[in-house]
């Protein structure tokens, strides 16, 4: 059986990695933030992130991390909005807004249709023996 230890991501402390990147009182600590947080918007659902941050003891900066790692879902939440990281609109899950994702989308794309390679330079084995002379 192979352990593997790892520093956790979240906290830095050392624990056995079984997966995830962070400690199991991580996990326990994020499960519990989450339910707050879900708990909260129940009661709450047209707050925004600013107003959660201060009706839970859950930072804004957490809940964004938690919305956009897809595990803090918001279905009727409208005002739970944070500003895209490309053109700072607001959006509601992922790091960027639907128009940014789409244009990223297709930037890659762009990407990988590389130009034809030329101007390589000449290949040739050139100069190998030229010049070469023996004085005996
Ligand atoms: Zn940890
Ligand atoms: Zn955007």
């Known amino acids: 059986m192979t352990v593997a230890i790892a ?10 990695r079984m997966g995830r990147d962070i400690c199991p009182d991580c996990v326990k600590d994020e499960d519990e933030k989450l339910a707050t947080i ?16 201060n009706g839970t003891d859950v930072s804004y900066d957490e809940i964004v991390q938690f919305i956009r790692d897809g595990r803090l879902l918001l279905r009727n939440n409208p005002n739970m909005v944070y500003p895209c ?18 244009e990223m989308a297709r930037e890659v794309k762009n990407e990988g249709r590389r130009p034809a390679e030329k101007d390589v330079g000449p290949s040739r084995d050139s100069g190998r023996g030229k010049g070469y002379y023996s004085r005996s």
């Open 7 to 16: 520093n956790c991501r979240r906290c830095g402390k050392l624990f056995n």
């Open 38 to 53: 879900r708990a909260y918007l129940r009661q709450h659902p047209l707050a925004n992130i600013y107003e959660v941050a």
């Open 85 to 102: 990281e490309r053109c700072g609109t607001p959006t509601q899950s992922g790091r960027l807004c639907a128009n940014c994702a789409k």
